[in-house]
Nanobody
């Protein structure tokens, strides 16, 4: 059974930083493509960034230069470093596993709320 557990969300002021983590179990993590998605109220879920099993990344234009996706295969963990946060980054952030670099996988975490507000 695949489990994805996100953590690290919270309330941050505009211009601040947060780091999200996603710990995976039930999959062979080092072989899995992974990704972060987000969904703001009243909007569709959208891609934030994906990372292949060997570390190649694909990042949405809206966060490029501010957000960095990474992974540690020794810890079965994926990260999203979010810098220079803006109000429009407010959303529930979801971890995704499987698929390929440019194809969404089948497995989802429960999500973690990120709120950017002064």
């Amino acid at each position: 059974q695949v489990q994805l557990v996100e953590s690290g969300g919270g309330l941050v002021q505009p211009g601040g930083s947060l780091r999200l983590s996603c710990v995976a179990s039930g999959i062979i993590f080092r072989f899995a493509a992974m990704g972060w998605y987000r969904q703001a109220p009243g909007k569709q879920r959208e891609l934030v960034a994906r990372i292949s099993n060997d570390g190649i990344t694909n990042t949405a234009d809206s966060v490029k230069g501010r957000f960095i996706i990474s992974r540690d295969n020794t810890k079965n963990t994926m990260y999203l470093q979010m810098n220079s946060l803006k109000a429009e980054d407010t959303a529930v952030y979801y971890c995704n596993a499987g698929g390929e670099l440019r194809r969404t996988g089948d497995y989802w975490g429960q999500g973690t709320q990120v709120t950017v507000s002064s």
